[in-house]
């Protein structure tokens, strides 16, 4: 397995994100087509939400993009060949039996980050996000939300240019979830292209700088946030918006 | 009779004489420095069958999987062929020695810590893959930290290690002969005093051995208990 | 690879030697279970090293595997009870000499009722052939250790072919044979050290003894220096010479179980 990230780069200045593009793309398995084929292009820096109802291949359509599957079919490729540095955060937070510091510790050193910037990054990585308090305490032991912070603090850390997240909120109270979209939208101001899956529309206005919208495995609209909303092209899009059911 | 064996058993302990201080003593170096070395070799063995897939594995799971109940008397005489003077480590010439003891019960350890540990990893790691790799970890890199994460586990199959280790006699026996002041340890001395028709005296042996693990779990359970507390 | 394995050879060396932090002069002796718990090496080995000062380590198995010990040169001396195997070995070419050293006889032992009756027994033979008769318990070695072909050589002198459900084949040491047959109340053929040394013997006696067939010989072999260079030659010859020499000759009839001497000395 090869690393998905280019090499850290100490310099807080991030380069703008190389487009992502998705050429005939198609995901199976066990001979059942479940994504695909899609093709489309993911320039400027989103904020993307990719939408649709359950099943649709949202995640799938994600893990190809951040490079955790390999499609069936067709290509995943970044323009000018240049794969940049990518995070991800998982529905469910994912984080070591160790303290919320050592955590975002330990992301620094599988990237290589000299031993002697770890600490203060990692604090000043805590502290953007809320968690100053936090630092020693057991990273199981915090709140979903605060778990969830931790799991951005870490990305954020890694100075990503593009961040992938996976219908982050979906097991957050609404506070919990307000600080998780202020985070978002940290990320979002430092330059990083954000690629989200959620089924929460409410979320989707909020957030979206563009919409790719999903259903039965196929890509049906790929338009900016305010033409989806107010003018949805497709009738899945419209089913969907006005909250009928769709498969 | 078992009521003999009790008082034999506490007189021992309070008189803690000095040939079964130093057989307790011996037992207890030969079953940890053996768990010690299998958990060094056993845990990267286990983890690294965990997260490589390769031609055969599965056949590698079973194979350490069913030397979990290799026969300690099995493991002795293999060990016993390879250290005798007429087989290829002859030179060594380690037979009849506490490092033979030791050999024999790495020999019967490893693939209980490689086989625990393995399918803990393997647990974990459907839990922690996706992250994982998004994080840029190579799978040598996952190794340590999937290991170190499943550390309240791990010390559960030590102590189990050490349970097999402490308690076995076929591998030591035969290996290390019995010989007083030498290689005798607690489970070859209860045989010995059995052999002798000394029941009451082998059923103490056995209580004081019983203790010892007793404790050691005790311990054990202490400090992992006191740490989880603190890691959540 | 070869690097990797001298390594590791300097390691478990290291490790040897770190266990033997006695590295003391000593030779490994294999010997039976008779002579071990019945104690007397507890009481000779002591007046040896005090005489020497050599250790020895006694590694105490069944006549079967002690041969198999010093076949195989992981032994440095032999100390067993079966004649006609020892000169075997001497014929082989696995050891330069057999000596006797000391006898003592073998027993038979059994439930204090007697229901064979053979405390009665004018000889060996008659005594074997009576328990057969009543196909009363008896309990074996079963493991082809020197007692347990000195047992089956009186069997075939009483005419008698072992065999039925009274006839229990154990596979075991001389201590556990007489655990079991304490257990099921039945008759077991042990040596006389053995027997007086053992502390479980429940509701068994010593029922008949004293037929010159179940003489019992202990000899001394001194190993082949040709089969097995890297014995300790000097040390072990040192020890097969004092068993013989008036000091261990003495040291053996000296040792005694509960006021009764166990070995008699008879080297030439």
Known sequence: MTSLNSPFLTSSALLSPPALFFDGVTYSHEEKVLLGPCSFTLDGIGPTLVMGPNGAGKSLLLRLAHGLLSPTEGRVTWSDNRTPRQAMVFQQPVLLRRSAVANLIHALSVNNVPYRQRAKLAFNGLERFGLGAYAKTPARVLSGGQQQRLALARAWVLSPQVLFLDEPTSALDPAAIKAVEAAVREFHQRGTRIVMTTHDIHQARRLAGDVLFLSGGKVREHTPAEAFFDTPASREARAFITGELVE | MENNAFYVALSLLLNFDAPLYQIVALSLQVSLLAVLIAALLGFPLGAAVALWRFRGRGGV??????????????????????????????????????????????????PILAALSRQKVEEMLGEYREQFVSLGMSRARMMPTLLWDARFALLTVLLAGFGRASAEVGAVMMVGGNIEGVTRVMTTSIVLETGKGNLPLALGLGIVLLTLVMLINAGAYLVGEFSRRRTG | MKKTLNLLLKGVTILGLAFSAHAEDYITLASTTSTENSGLFDFILPQFKEDTGINVRVVAVGTGQAFEIARRGDAD?????????????????????????????????????????????????????????????????????????????????????????????????????????????????SDRATWVAFKNPQNLKLLYSGDKAMFNQYGSLLLSEEKHPHLKQAMAAKWHNWLLSEEGQQAIAEFRVDGQQLFFPNAK
């Open chain 2, 61 to 110: 799971i079973v194979v350490l999987n069913a030397l979990m109940g290799l026969p300690p008397v099995v493991a002795g005489l293999v060990v016993y062929l390879l250290l005798s003077r007429a087989g290829p480590l002859g030179e060594w010439g380690l037979l009849f020695t506490p490092s033979a003891m030791v050999i024999a019960q790495v020999v019967l350890v490893l």
């Open chain 3, 77 to 189: 001396s032999l100390l067993v009870h079966d004649t006609a195997g020892e000169k075997r070995f001497v014929e082989n070419g696995y050891a330069t000499e057999r000596a006797d050293v000391m006898y003592n006889d073998f027993v038979l032992i059994g439930p204090m009722d007697d229901p064979a009756n053979i405390s009665k027994a004018g000889s060996a033979a008659e005594a074997f052939g009576a328990i057969a008769e009543a196909e009363a318990p008896f309990t074996s070695r079963g493991d082809d250790s020197g007692t347990n072909r000195a047992e089956l050589r009186l069997w075939k002198n009483a005419g008698v072919e072992p065999d039925g459900d009274w006839y229990r084949e154990l596979g075991s040491g001389m201590g556990q044979t007489l655990n079991t047959a304490a257990a099921m109340d039945a008759y077991v053929m």
